[in-house]
């Protein structure tokens, strides 16, 4: 049976929150694509992403929310917190608006904390790295405003795609995690997650052995 | 060998006595014998010899019976030899008799094979016949076997298609449907060549066993299907392979996705319900209905809800049809999707009705309508428009659009009816400025909306149509009891404030026109009424009325009534008084404008229309036609100067 793209065990939801202008949009088409978007377009409302990864031989399907940074849909974007398992919270490294990119960071982690499960795993990340010359947000002041508030973090470049793919996949390996120590109820609803309960073969071969007592009555 | 010898010379030397008489035999008998050399004779030294083992003694008797003896010796010698041979003869003789009968016995053989073979002639004859048989008969069955292994199906291939009985499906299903399928289009290769009945029938078989396959793959797929309402639909390959074969059955096809798409519709419906009233797990997130409170964020709950479940269905359609050709399936899953999110009407509807109907307000409304308007064009990149979806979303859109000039409406229709009368201040009234603030609210409200500019135009147009022209009429009603003067700078304020709220938003442009026009013919009409105002006041209106109309008929100007030097002149040193300080007889309303600017023009004009009158009247009193006596001390101020005092 070939492994086709649409075989797989989990279904995580992600979105990814941030300023205008920082590169969300950039960031999930270089995740998905594979390629540097030069000239993208505002995001309307939100857009809409897949990509099958594979954490600890496990198929999964990561189904990413791009919400716009524009303040006016604020309140549209808000409503696609609900049942996020991973928050994906990008700053750009070369705006640095006085100390403001915390306060825009902050909020931004408070409306993350608010409107999403307590399981949400919140990643920071630090777009346009490849802009070193230009940066404004040095590594260790994020750093520090990450651990504070128990985000994981990366530095990461769209253009070179750089850190693009670890930062994905390390927000998935960490909700992987919580679902095996138990701290993620998968069979709640809006968890974020769907779970496939087997994969496809294994469905199989469970019913077969069923259909053939069934047979020998 | 020696004993022959020996005999030879015996011979020889007897011969040679016996020749002696001829040709003296003994000579030559002697020369011989000289002749002879013994030394290289080797016989003769053989015999010699062996002579010499008998003769032992040579004596008289010896030699005499040396002759005998040798003649005896060689007889012994040759009865041993005889002897020896004769055993030899034996035994050849008995070699040549078994070579004979071996000989007889061969013969005898032969002859039996030849009888044999004549026996055997017809059978081998036969055999060979036979044989050449077989082995076409071999050919013929490797021929039928290759052609029942082709146009055939296999014991296990016929058991895989005819399946349990509890209806799972086998893993080889698929590879035996192919064959009945590869097997069935060979059969026209069949029909092209002479073995047509064979082709028939195969066909015609091979068509049975397709239609019960495929109605058994139906069946099971139907069931799989009708299995695929949890949250997370399992999509298997098996299904999608399934699905695959089913195309080339369009109706069974069809079928199929409508039980997938009631299964999921099902689904969707059940969790669209538990997201508005259980939410997620411990209550987190909340139950989108614990925002129903706030209008605008239930409804983009809900909508964003079902944006993202739209989206998730069309990719468990497309993983369900991966394998289908892309024509039929972008085909489909537009329509399965349509069918599927098709439920979730009926309780969205059942929602936004209720929060359109508990009347948030016109600003609220409005909000909604673009909120609806976006979740339209959202859903509708997921959805095609004929969604029964995005139908429920454009009929809510259009419900709250209209439910929202309803109430703008209402509003104006309350303005209309309850007219309330002018302020002491000509000012504006409260009812105008809180429909003003309403205007301000929705127009704004566009602004942080997510609506395409585009859109905007139209909304304005028909929001200001809705609400500037009741004012409007409010104002001209609220007016219409007041004096000339008061109305018109109620009128110009109310229209000032309007106009002043409108100028800050877009595509006004039109009605800033149309307002700017009321307030002019406003501001004229305050403007020849402060004119008039003032000629009455310094009492020139009456010489001023006359002046205009006077024709030279009517004799000169100062021989008409009220028009004497001397009643001109009182008037002249009344109007210089105005000179004097011409705010004084400024009317009240008009410093009551809220406009500066306006003050300043009905001042400005209204001082023109003064100084025009001043000119007609001077030039008429300094007309000599209208003999005047000391005209010039009549109106001792040239228009210029009076241009310079009101300037």
Not at chain 1, 10 to 23: E, N, R, S, T
Not at chain 2, 363 to 376: D, G, I, M, P, R
Not at chain 2, 595 to 607: F, G, I, L, M, Y
Request: aromatic share 6%; charged share 20%; net charge negative.
């Amino acid at each position: 049976m070939a492994a086709g793209p649409y075989n797989y065990s989990y279904i995580f939801k992600y979105i990814i929150i941030g300023d205008m202008g920082v590169g969300k949009s950039c960031l999930l088409h270089q995740f998905t694509e594979k390629k540097f978007m030069a000239d993208c377009p505002h995001t309307i409302g939100v857009e809409f992403g897949t990509r099958i990864i594979e954490v600890a031989g496990q198929k999964i399907k990561l189904q990413i929310w791009d919400t716009a940074g524009q303040e006016r849909f604020r309140a549209v974007t808000r409503s696609y917190y609900r049942g996020a398992a991973g928050a994906l919270m990008v700053y750009d490294i070369t705006t640095f608006i006085v100390r403001s990119t915390y306060n825009h960071l902050s909020s931004w982690l408070t409306d993350a904390r608010n409107l999403t499960n307590p399981n949400t795993v919140i990643f920071l990340i630090g777009n346009k790295s490849d802009l070193e010359a230009q940066r404004d947000v040095t590594y260790e002041e994020a750093k520090q405003f990450a651990d504070e508030n128990g985000l994981m973090f990366l530095e990461c470049s769209a253009k070179t795609g750089e850190n693009v793919e670890e930062a994905f996949l390390d927000t998935a390996k960490k909700i992987y995690q919580n679902i095996q120590d138990g701290s993620l109820d998968l069979n709640a609803a809006e968890s974020g997650v769907q779970h496939k309960p087997t994969t496809p073969r294994n469905t199989l071969s469970n019913d077969q052995p069923q259909s053939k007592d069934g047979c020998a009555c | 060998m020696a004993d022959r010898e020996v005999a030879d010379v015996m011979t020889t030397s007897s011969s040679s006595s016996s020749g002696s008489a001829t040709n003296n035999p003994l000579s030559r008998k002697l020369n011989k014998i000289l002749e002879t050399r013994l030394d290289s004779d080797k016989e003769m030294l053989e015999a010699l010899k062996s002579l010499s083992t008998f003769f032992t003694s040579n004596n008289i008797r010896t030699r005499r019976n040396l002759r005998s003896d040798i003649e005896r010796r060689s007889l012994l010698i040759n009865e041993e030899f005889v002897d020896c041979f004769k055993v030899a003869k034996e035994q050849l003789d008995s070699i040549c008799e078994d070579v004979q009968a071996m000989n007889e016995c061969c013969l005898d053989m032969t002859s039996r094979l030849k009888t044999a073979k004549d026996q055997t002639h017809d059978l081998i004859s036969q055999t060979t016949q036979l044989q050449t048989e077989s082995q076409k008969l071999q050919m013929r069955a490797q021929v039928t076997d290759v052609f029942l292994s082709k146009f055939q199906l296999k014991q296990e291939e016929v058991q895989i298609l005819r399946g349990t009985r509890d209806g799972s499906l086998h893993p080889g299903f698929f590879k035996a449907l192919a064959r009945v399928k590869q097997i069935h289009t060979d059969c026209k290769v069949l029909l092209r060549t002479n073995q047509q009945t064979a082709g028939l029938e195969i066909m015609e078989a091979m068509a049975l066993q397709q239609e019960s396959a495929y109605e058994r793959l139906y069946r099971w797929t139907q069931n799989e299907c009708r299995m695929l309402s949890g949250d997370t639909p399992d999509i298997n390959n098996q299904l999608c392979l399934a699905l695959e074969s089913l195309q080339d059955r369009p109706v069974l096809f069809r079928y199929s996705l409508d039980e997938f798409g009631t299964a999921r519709r099902t689904a969707i419906v059940r969790s669209f319900i538990d997201a508005l009233t259980r939410g997620g797990p411990g209550g987190t997130p909340r139950p989108i209905e614990l925002h129903s409170h706030d209008p605008l964020r239930y409804s983009g709950d809900i909508l964003a809800w079902l944006h993202q479940s739209a989206a998730s269905e069309k990719e468990h359609i497309q993983a369900l049809l991966k394998h289908c050709a892309a024509t039929s399936a972008d085909e489909n899953i537009h329509d399965v999707l349509s069918h599927i999110t098709d439920g979730v009407c009926r309780p969205l509807k059942v929602r936004l009705e209720q929060v359109v109907v508990s009347e948030p307000g016109p600003v609220l409304l409005y909000k909604l309508t673009n909120l609806l308007k976006f979740y339209h064009v959202t859903i509708g990149n997921i959805l095609l428009s004929n969604s029964s979806l995005l139908n429920t979303i454009d009929e809510m859109q259009t419900l709250c659009l209209k439910m929202f000039f309803n109430t703008l409406n209402y509003n104006a229709g309350k303005l209309l009816e309850k007219v309330e009368l002018p302020p002491g201040d000509l000012g504006t009234t409260s009812s105008l400025s809180n429909t003003l603030q309403l205007v301000q609210d929705i127009l704004s409200s566009h602004d942080s909306s997510v609506i395409a500019i585009d859109a905007r135009k139209q909304d304005f147009t028909q929001i200001l149509n809705c609400v500037i022209d009741p004012l409007i009429q409010m104002c001209s009603v609220s007016a219409s009891r007041l004096p000339t003067v008061d109305m018109a700078t109620y009128m110009i304020n109310c229209l000032y404030q309007i106009q002043n709220t409108l100028a800050l938003y877009e595509y006004t442009d039109q009605r800033l026109e149309m307002l700017n026009a009321q307030i002019d013919a406003h501001v004229d009409t305050l403007v020849s009424e402060q004119a008039s105002f003032i000629l009455t006041r310094t009492g020139l209106s009456h010489a001023y009325g006359i002046v205009q109309q006077h024709q030279s008929a009517q004799g000169p100007l100062s021989s008409l009534h009220g028009m004497d030097a001397v009643s001109m002149k009182a008037a002249m040193s009344k109007f210089d008084s105005y000179l004097a300080s011409p705010d004084s007889l400024t009317m009240t309303q008009c410093s009551l404008l809220l406009s500066a600017k306006q003050r300043e023009t009905v001042k400005r004009r209204s001082s023109e229309l003064i100084i025009a009158a001043y000119q007609l009247i001077f030039s008429a009193i300094m007309d000599v036609q209208n003999k005047y006596a000391e005209s010039n001390g009549i109106v001792p101020r040239t228009p210029d100067q009076v241009i310079k005092l009101l300037s």
